[in-house]
């Protein structure tokens, strides 16, 4: 049988690869698991109490963009959060924004850009979704480094204007994964300058922005607001997986122009999953509530201040800005995260695994990713033995 072949050049997914790496040894120590960004945090105490009070709602077809109550209360959020004023009609619900940023290609990428092969851009190390979904309608991605001479972002505007002229959409991960830098205005307001300056549209993941370490990270809807852009050229998509520890629940959003929006309920009419109306009612009430994110944020400045501890005398050592992970650089991602496991049992991810070759370089191969998501006393162990491991 004959398979299609427009993913044949994606390579493994992340964990199975550290899979291979690791499982056919034994671990040095006792397990720590710091691989997935997993949160695991309390959930909001209310959580369970309002699924109980809504179970028959799993006795309904739930409606396909979202609730007009949830709908309401994602658009009371962005409004207290971004200053950004959107009517429904600009919200859709999502199984999680996995779902949504891997469909935003099926519903926005044009087959033809400037009568060529659309061009969709992403940085470069990057959330592999990015790329099976631009190969999934057989764009170009086109992978551009975010490393340390470029902030850890891309610079899209460095491209050449040609290639620039067939990008028909570019994604941008601010508290970004694995780095953890974080996008500044100015920088927002040139992409969403460019993205008009050549027709294309911005794929703004923003699942981490309510962990940061000093101030708010500034979202691509509120530069938008601020600039005036087209709201056709911005998409942007938020979870409650990471802000709220609830990546169980598989609630999100994706916030947009109408045209886009009604293009992807138009997908999801077809071919995709709606929320459970009782997943829905409990989003309503998560929505709502900022309590248990300053909480849930508290939590993470503690383990930011742990880690800028015991990594106080690496030179090299860079805390993040926002999200929960730490990029460490290493001379070799993988024999680094295979010594660690057979030496301490601390299981982490090698930055490679997150990145593309072009030219001959892996952005991510001197790195490893660390996830912050254990209890405070794991992590503070896990970190410790990583750092006597491999910098000591």
Not at 6 to 15: G, K, T, V
Not at 276 to 294: F, G, K, T
Request: aromatic letters at 10%; charged letters at 20%.
């Amino acid at each position: 049988m004959a398979f299609p072949e427009r993913f044949s050049n994606l390579p493994d997914y992340a964990f199975p690869r550290l899979r291979k790496l690791l499982d056919v040894h034994q671990p040095g120590g006792e397990p720590i698991a710091m691989t997935i960004g997993e949160p695991r945090h309390p959930m909001p105490p209310f959580v369970g109490e309002v699924l109980a009070a809504n179970l028959q709602g799993f006795g309904q077809y739930p409606p396909n963009e979202g609730t007009p109550e949830l709908l309401a209360a994602i658009s009371a959020w962005i409004a207290r959060r971004y200053g950004a004023r959107l009517g429904p009609e600009r919200l859709m619900v999502l199984n999680g924004t996995r779902e949504g940023l891997f469909d935003a290609c099926l519903a926005l990428c044009p087959e033809t850009k400037a009568g060529r092969r659309p061009v969709v851009l992403m940085p470069n190390p990057f959330y592999q979704v990015y790329a099976a979904a631009a190969l999934s309608v057989g764009a170009e991605p086109i992978y551009v480094p975010a490393t340390a001479s470029t902030g850890f972002l891309p610079d899209y505007a460095g491209l050449p204007a040609a290639t620039l002229d067939r990008v028909a959409l570019a994604y941008l991960c601010s508290p970004a994964n694995p780095q953890g830098s974080i996008a500044p205005c100015d920088y927002l307001a040139d992409l969403l300058a460019l993205a008009e300056r050549h027709g294309f549209t911005l794929l703004a993941d923003e699942c981490y922005s309510e962990i940061w370490r000093s101030a708010p990270p500034p979202g691509a809807l509120e530069v938008a607001a601020e600039t005036g852009t087209d709201p056709e050229k911005v998409a942007v998509f938020h979870s409650l997986s990471k802000r709220s520890n609830l990546p169980g629940l598989r609630s999100g959003f994706v916030a947009g122009g109408s045209q886009s929006i009604a293009r992807f309920r138009q997908l999801r009419n077809y071919g995709g999953a709606p929320l459970p109306l009782p997943i829905q009612r409990v989003s309503e009430r998560v929505w709502a509530d900022e309590a248990h994110v300053e909480e849930n944020r508290a939590l993470y400045h503690e383990k930011f201040h742990i880690a800028d501890q015991i990594f106080s005398g690496l030179q090299a050592y860079r805390g993040p800005d926002g999200g929960f992970f730490l990029w460490l650089p290493v001379e070799d991602g993988e024999t680094a995260a295979l010594r660690l496991w057979q030496e301490t049992g601390v299981r982490v991810l090698p930055g490679a695994y997150l990145a593309r070759e072009v030219g001959g370089e892996n952005p991510g191969k001197g790195y490893i990713r660390v996830a912050m998501v254990a209890p405070k006393e794991e992590m503070q162990r896990g970190l410790t033995r990583l750092r006597d491991c491999l910098y000591g």
